[in-house]
Every structure is written in structure tokens, then in C-alpha cells.
């Protein structure tokens, strides 16, 4: 099988981030531990987010005289509550970069250390977000990318073939339609589709697939197109729309899990959770398969060649202020944590790391319960995936603005042309864009 691989906060913060930096790390050397070293590292929902303490056991193995301890933060104000650690002095030791709008924020704060000199394996995507001026403040452990979930069992159903790799936007929504209408006259309530709420279900393919896809451009003209077809699936039924599922809080897990939409599209993260939770009942027991996302045009389709999806690296970095008798070792964990070996380790639990072979790629799907077909394989392991969140410092507030678009688009209560209007005028205004 060919594979390719592409490597693709507001003014508060940083200035809490700016005052920490005044008691910042001395700037000498590292030097070696003269005996046992704990690193901690941040992390989120532990419990129900296992690549954490697997990294930090399967490092502890090959360095026994390093103990990697977890440092748990709330998800949902993951890197508000990093932010005051670090300020006040008692961050981690290894900060986990939960969401990559938000490195240059620490970065500009004076709190991540030069990583550059971190080896780093050939192959391995998502570096180029943790460089800010040619200088690498993390490194990525894992790269999901955006895919397309389909049941095979309600395209059974419908009447409906299978994603082949060749499908073009166009295609998609035909499809749509046709399940919709096929599930409807087997006596399914089914929808053809799920979009979830967020942002990224539009703009994220608009961003990576359109020529002029760049939201640091300041012109959001691009999305139009992607905005049409979307409302078009909503009003036509072939999906639920945005009011019905933000006033019942659907979820993407519920909504597919539970078999009321036969397609997807989401990120690879979700291979792993839909296993699980085929596997404790919270999700329905049917045949599943992965596709790579519906194209622009023909030119990035079929198995000959690389489709364009879009998604961001986690990766982790490493506290500038780290007591020095720990550098060495925090390096050597960031080396680790991008290392084949952790790859397969994150592999066989689901996670999609972001060094990508064909050993990895055996391992990924040798996990019970995941799709087994050529298909699902390519679209795991062959795409070009464009950052969603470009590294700089005006992403977060670009981003902010951009969302506000997206709701009043898809909620009806603007037109897409005004939406863009209103959104490139508040980036020149409130960002500094030209």
C-alpha cells in the first residue's frame, strides 16, 4: 500500500504568562541528576484519556531511574488553569500543548524551552506547528486527521454503494440524499449525515482544500462555497440542522453510535472511542468502515492519490523555568514520546501518533473491534493534513471571530455573504489584519 505523509489567550494571559517569565530559567547549562528524577506532566481526563500514562510507563522502562507523574488539569479550562500554574511557579515540568493556537501564547510568555535539538524520527508529521521563527518550542506525539465514518450496515440498508476514495464533495452529498431517502423507505428515521456544531466541520476543509483557504489572509471569501453545500444538506433533510442538534445537545458519538446518521465526517480520534464504546454498549454493534474525506475536485482523489484533510498535532513542551538537573531527561521523554516505539505504543490503544509506518500502521488496526479493510487503512495513513490552526499569535483571536461566523451561518441568523463581511472587518479591526 502507498503511503504518504505531509508534516503540516487573549491579551490577559499573555500577560500573566509575561510576568512569570520574570522569574524565568537561568539560562546555563543542564546538568546530569545524581540520582532518580521525577518529570510531571500535564494531562486531562485521565481516566478516559489513557496515551498519557501509557507514554509515561512505557518511558519509564527503557529509563528506570525516571518517574514520569501525572499532573491533571480540567479539559475545558485545560490551558487557563496551565497558565496560573505557571505563573505562580508550580507548573509542570512537561506541559502537554493541548491546543496549538495557544503555543505561541506561552511561547511570547517566556515560558517554553529551544527544543531544537530534540531528535526527532524521519517521517513524522506536525512539527512545523511547535516552530515559531525557526526555533522548536515541542514536539508532536500524535497527528489525528479529519476522515469519514460510514456504517456499512445502513448502506446495506439504503441500497447505497460504499465509499470508494473517489468521492468529491458532490458525491458526498448525493449519497447523502440517497441514504437518507433509502433508510426512510426501509422504515429508518436515519439520516444520511451527522455535522457536528464545531467550526472545524466547515471551515477546517475549507481552510486545507480551497486555493486561497488561509485564515491569517484576512479574506474569508473561500468559504462560501463549503457553507452553501452544508446548508443545503440541512434544509434538504439529509441532516439534523444546527438549531435541532444545539437545542438537544446531540453528540457526534450519540448520533453515529447510535446509528442515526450512516455517515461522519470526524476526526481519527474517534476510532478509538467508537471501539470502546462498541465494546461496553454505549454504541451499537454494526459494521463500520473509515474513508478519506470527500475532495475539492478529482484531483486529490482515488487510491493513487494523496487526499487534502486538515488537523492539529498535540504535542508536548517543556516548562523554560525546569529545574536544571531535569533537562536532560525531560529531553530524552520528548524524544521518547515521538520515538517509533511510542507510536506503536499509542498505536494499540487507538491513539493515532504522529509518526506514521507500516509497522505502526499494523499495529493501529490489530486492536480488536477496528475496521479491518483496505480502505479504512488508506484513509488512516494516506493524506496530506493541514494545519487547522496555523502557528501564530493572532490564530486564537482569528479563530474566536471565525467561530462567531460559523454560528451565525448555520443557526439561520445571517446571511453567509454578511457573515464574511462582518468577520473581515473584525479581524481588520480587532487583530490588525490588513
Known amino acids: ?136 518550542y515541542g514536539v508532536p506525539y500524535r497527528q489525528d486527521s479529519w476522515v469519514l465514518f460510514y456504517n456499512k450496515d445502513l448502506f446495506d440498508k439504503a441500497g447505497v454503494d460504499y465509499p470508494d476514495g473517489t468521492w468529491t464533495w458532490d458525491d458526498y452529498d448525493e449519497a447523502a440524499a440517497k441514504l437518507t431517502d ?36 484576512g479574506d474569508y471569501g473561500y468559504l462560501k462555497p463549503y457553507y452553501d453545500r452544508v446548508l443545503a444538506l440541512q434544509n434538504d433533510g439529509s441532516q439534523v440542522d444546527f438549531n435541532t442538534s444545539s437545542a438537544n445537545q446531540l453528540t457526534y458519538q450519540g448520533e453515529f453510535g447510535k446509528q442515526n446518521a450512516a455517515m461522519l465526517p470526524m476526526g481519527t480520534w474517534f476510532v478509538a472511542t467508537l471501539i470502546a464504546q462498541q465494546a461496553s454498549g454505549d454504541a451499537d454493534t454494526f459494521n463500520w468502515g473509515i474513508a478519506p474525506i470527500p475532495q475539492l475536485d478529482s484531483k486529490t482523489t482515488g487510491l493513487d492519490n494523496t487526499p487534502v484533510t486538515f488537523g492539529d498535532p498535540t504535542g508536548f513542551s517543556i516548562n523554560a523555568n525546569v529545574d536544571k538537573a531535569k533537562v536532560t531527561a525531560a529531553k530524552e521523554f520528548l524524544e521518547f514520546a515521538s520515538s517509533e516505539d511510542a507510536a506503536k505504543a499509542l498505536a494499540a490503544i487507538g491513539i493515532t501518533p504522529a509518526l506514521l509506518n507500516d509497522s505502526v500502521v499494523d499495529t493501529y488496526f490489530s486492536v480488536k473491534g477496528a475496521p479491518t479493510d483496505d480502505l479504512s487503512k488508506f484513509a488512516f495513513s494516506t493524506h496530506e493534513t493541514k494545519p487547522e490552526n496555523p502557528t501564530s499569535s493572532k490564530t486564537a483571536a482569528i479563530q474566536g471571530i471565525l467561530g462567531d461566523l460559523h454560528t451565525a451561518v448555520m443557526s439561520g441568523s445571517s446571511s453567509i455573504d454578511d457573515a464574511i463581511k462582518t468577520a473581515e472587518d473584525r479581524v481588520k479591526n480587532e487583530v490588525g489584519l490588513d
Open 1 to 136: 500500500m502507498k503511503r504518504k505523509f505531509a508534516a503540516a489567550a487573549g491579551i490577559a494571559v499573555v500577560a500573566t504568562l509575561s510576568l512569570a517569565a520574570c522569574s524565568g530559567g537561568s539560562g546555563d547549562e543542564p546538568t546530569e541528576s545524581s540520582g532518580p528524577v521525577t518529570l510531571t506532566l500535564s494531562g486531562w481526563s485521565l481516566q478516559t484519556t489513557p496515551e498519557f500514562q501509557t507514554l509515561a510507563d512505557a518511558f519509564h522502562e527503557k529509563h528506570p531511574d525516571v518517574t514520569v507523574e501525572l499532573k491533571e488539569y480540567d479539559p475545558a479550562n485545560y490551558n487557563t488553569l496551565v497558565t496560573a500554574d505557571l505563573a505562580a511557579g508550580v507548573g509542570p515540568d512537561i506541559i502537554t500543548q493541548k491546543e496549538v493556537k495557544y503555543v505561541t501564547t506561552f511561547q511570547e510568555g517566556g515560558q517554553l524551552m529551544d527544543v531544537s535539538d530534540v531528535k526527532l524520527p524521519d517521517g513524522i508529521s506536525g512539527t512545523s506547528s511547535y516552530e515559531v521563527d525557526g526555533t522548536a
Open 182 to 217: 433509502g433508510l426512510s423507505a426501509a422504515g429508518s428515521a436515519a439520516k444520511g449525515t451527522y455535522q457536528h456544531r464545531w467550526q472545524s466541520t466547515v471551515q477546517g476543509f475549507a481552510n486545507a482544500q480551497s486555493k486561497d483557504g488561509d485564515i491569517l489572509s
